[in-house]
């Protein structure tokens, strides 16, 4: 009896993840790279909170901090870049071609050109939020722990994963302001870092 009720929720468990992951989504990012269900950027995200937290302070406790200034320049260039691109892509894709800034607007969901590259955008903003996880393994690898406050980490832990779910159910609609002004704000802070 035990093994029968196992394999009923079993069941059940697969229905509701098949409705929940591939149902619900948008068919139109639902197969690309990390966006089939939320367990690879939990993976990141859990494997990113142990070093930060654990493991990374404890290889660092009698080690001299890092010298990653070559490094972070790189890094910023391309954050300050990455955030251009899609600042530009929000502005001209949505903003001046097809958004009104008055009033809310949902997602278009016809698969056209123009909402392939809404979609691109949002999936490059969720790239761009995991690739940020390297803020804080810097600020770890250079011993610069107390830069690393609970808002850090939750700001950190919390944008991929709200990006990965409105890339994965929402691309488009006024979601994207909030990925715009962020970027934008990234965009000018990654260009301060520079200096």
């Not at 955008?121 to 610069?144: H, M, N, Q």
């Amino acid at each position: 009896a035990g093994n029968k009720a196992f394999n009923s929720s079993n069941g059940e468990l697969a229905v509701w993840w098949d409705f929940l992951f591939r149902e619900l989504a948008d068919p139109r990012t639902s197969e690309w790279a990390l966006m089939d269900n939320p367990l690879p950027t939990i993976t990141i995200l859990s494997l990113y909170l142990y070093f930060v937290i654990s493991l990374g302070p404890k290889l660092m406790k009698n080690r001299k901090p890092f010298d990653l200034k070559n490094v972070l320049i790189v890094y910023n260039v391309v954050q300050v870049l990455v955030s251009t691109w899609i600042v530009w892509e929000a502005v001209d894709g949505l903003w001046i071609n097809k958004y009104s800034m008055f009033r809310c607007e949902s997602v278009d969901w016809k698969v056209t050109p123009e909402n392939l590259r809404i979609c691109r955008g949002f999936y490059v903003y969720y790239i761009a939020k995991i690739s940020e996880l390297l803020d804080t393994i810097f600020f770890v690898l250079r011993k610069k722990d107390n830069q690393i406050t609970f808002l850090h980490l939750y700001h950190h832990t919390g944008m991929p994963m709200m990006a990965w779910a409105t890339t994965k159910y929402y691309p488009g609609g006024h979601a994207a302001f909030i990925g715009t002004i962020n970027s934008f704000v990234h965009m000018v802070m990654y260009s301060y870092y520079l200096l």
